[in-house]
């Protein structure tokens, strides 16, 4: 626990954290407004002309659970990129500012300064979450009022506000694993971005493309992408056409678990000078 408060207190005494804040305030603003313009959209039935392919999962994604589901995630997307980026400057920054040295040398047992790490930024990403969530309930609920659809906490709502705490923590893990990876700060931090990015729109556009020409089956390969696996954990409830929330859950889960033990394994043995 003592190594944990360590790590806390090293990014508590930065601008780490507030700097990421005032980035993703913005970005969770206009997320809120695109899903209010959706939510206005399916609960009036003015979507326009729906494809027969996808008539179902317009159904579904119309149902008030579903509505209520993504507004009390609002900024899942971006919110989970500042986690992935607190995660690799948890890391990074030890070795920009040369503090590294001093952390093992207080702590020899470079295992244990890893998953102090881990945990530390694990508990920011919860957090974040918190905060996000608190906010996004409040707001939410307002908007769901102005659409006419009600505030709605049924079951499917609560599992997707809990899953959504998993991703935040999940990605803290694959954050801190990228920097022990990749030492460079810059470097880190714009792989990072570019990985998160460019693999969610890359991944939607060649999805999109082949499940045109070899038909919706191909959907399923989404689960491969670890930001759009986050993003399926958070449906109310399972949209046709698209994997079920859990095996989201479960590919993210796989993805954590592999950065978080060759993280470890890495920086027990990396020369460090």
């Not at 969530?133 to 709605?152: F, I, K, P, W």
Request: zero cysteines; glycine letters at 10%.
């Amino acid at each position: 626990m003592n190594l944990v408060r360590a790590e806390l207190l090293k990014i508590r005494t930065t601008s780490t954290w507030w700097l990421l804040a005032l980035i993703y305030l913005p970005l969770w603003g206009l997320a809120l407004f695109f899903n209010y313009l959706q939510a206005d959209a399916l609960a009036s039935g003015n979507v326009g002309e729906v494809p027969e392919n996808q008539a179902d999962a317009v159904a579904a994604a119309s149902l008030p659970d579903n509505l209520a589901a993504n507004l009390y995630t609002n900024g899942q997307f971006f919110g989970l990129l500042m986690v992935l980026l607190l995660g690799v400057l948890v890391v990074t920054n030890e070795f920009f500012h040369q503090t590294v040295t001093t952390t093992f040398l207080t702590t020899p047992h470079r295992s244990a300064v890893m998953v102090a790490k881990l945990v530390a930024t694990a508990i920011l990403g919860l957090i974040f979450w918190l905060v996000t969530t608190g906010a996004n309930l409040l707001v939410g609920s307002a908007v769901l009022e102005a659409v006419g659809v009600g505030a709605r906490f049924g079951g499917p709502v609560w599992e997707a506000i809990a899953l959504n705490a998993l991703a935040y923590v999940l990605w803290a893990i694959l954050g801190v694993g990228l920097g022990v990876l990749i030492r460079s700060q810059i470097g880190a931090t714009v792989t990072g971005i570019l990985l998160y990015l460019g693999g969610a729109i890359g991944a939607v556009i060649v999805i999109s493309t082949l499940a045109a020409r070899f038909g919706d089956w191909i959907n399923n390969i989404q689960l491969l992408v670890p930001s759009l696996a986050s993003s399926l954990m958070v449906t109310g409830a399972d949209i046709p056409g698209n994997p079920p929330r859990w095996a989201g859950a479960a590919v993210l889960i796989g993805y954590a678990v592999v950065a978080g033990v060759v993280g470890t394994l890495t920086l027990r043995r990396r020369d460090i000078s």
